[in-house]
Structures are given as structure tokens and as C-alpha cells.
Nanobody
Framework: QVQLVESGGGLVQAGGSLRLSCEAS????????MGWYRQAPGKQREVVAV???????NYADSVKGRFTSSRDNAKNTVYLQMNSLKPEDTAVYYC????????????????WGQGTQVTVSS
């Protein structure tokens, strides 16, 4: 069973930076797209960034120019560098990945990390 484990959340003042990491672990799997989502209290989960296996990225308009996603395919790890953080960035951030396990012929997008809390104080 492949698992996604996130790290790097925390409390930061507005204007500060944080870097999130998400590593996939398990046996006999391959990863296609990876992404970051967030969910603030009382709100729906929303996409923050998606990065393809070839490191092409797409960002939500609200984070463009401030957040950067990257990945290390050899380490099965995706990163989210968050700069110029704002109080409205406060949320639980989740990692997502499209993964194909074992002899499966298709990628499933139903792989999620446990979530990491990011809190930005004003």
C-alpha cells in the first residue's frame, strides 16, 4: 500500500515562508501527476498547485507568484515552497498523487496525505 507523508507545516507570520514536503513510500508503484490542495475551516477543499511528472506546473490564481511546486522523481517527493504568506493561506494542506501500483494498468488519483496545518498570523 502506497502512503503519502507530509511535513513542513507550522505557524508563521504574514510575509513569511514555509516549505512543505510530501514523500510517497511503498513498493512497486509509479507516480504521474502530484498536487497540493488546501482546506480552510468551513470551506471546501481547493487545488493549490499541480505538477506533472515532467515538472510542468499549474497554480491557483490566489497563489501565483508566491508559491512554487517542484518534485524529485528519484525520491518520490513533491515540494511546495510558500513565500509571502497571507492570513488567508491558513488551512490544512494536503498532498495528492496519481499512482499506479503493481500490475495495475491505470493511475488512481485517490492517494492523499494526512494533511499538515499551515497557520499564518497577521
Amino acid at each position: 500500500q502506497v502512503q503519502l507523508v507530509e511535513s513542513g507545516g507550522g505557524l508563521v507570520q504574514a510575509g513569511g515562508s514555509l516549505r512543505l514536503s510530501c514523500e510517497a513510500s511503498g513498493s512497486r508503484f509509479s507516480i504521474n501527476d502530484m498536487g497540493w490542495y488546501r482546506q480552510a475551516p468551513g470551506k471546501q477543499r481547493e487545488v493549490v498547485a499541480v505538477i506533472t511528472r515532467g515538472s510542468n506546473t499549474n497554480y491557483a490564481d490566489s497563489v501565483k507568484g508566491r508559491f512554487t511546486s517542484s518534485r524529485d522523481n528519484a525520491k518520490n517527493t513533491v515540494y511546495l515552497q510558500m513565500n509571502s504568506l497571507k492570513p488567508e493561506d491558513t488551512a490544512v494542506y494536503y498532498c495528492n498523487a496519481q499512482i499506479k501500483e503493481g500490475s495495475s494498468s491505470y493511475y488512481s488519483g485517490n492517494y492523499w496525505g494526512q494533511g499538515t496545518q499551515v497557520t499564518v498570523s497577521s
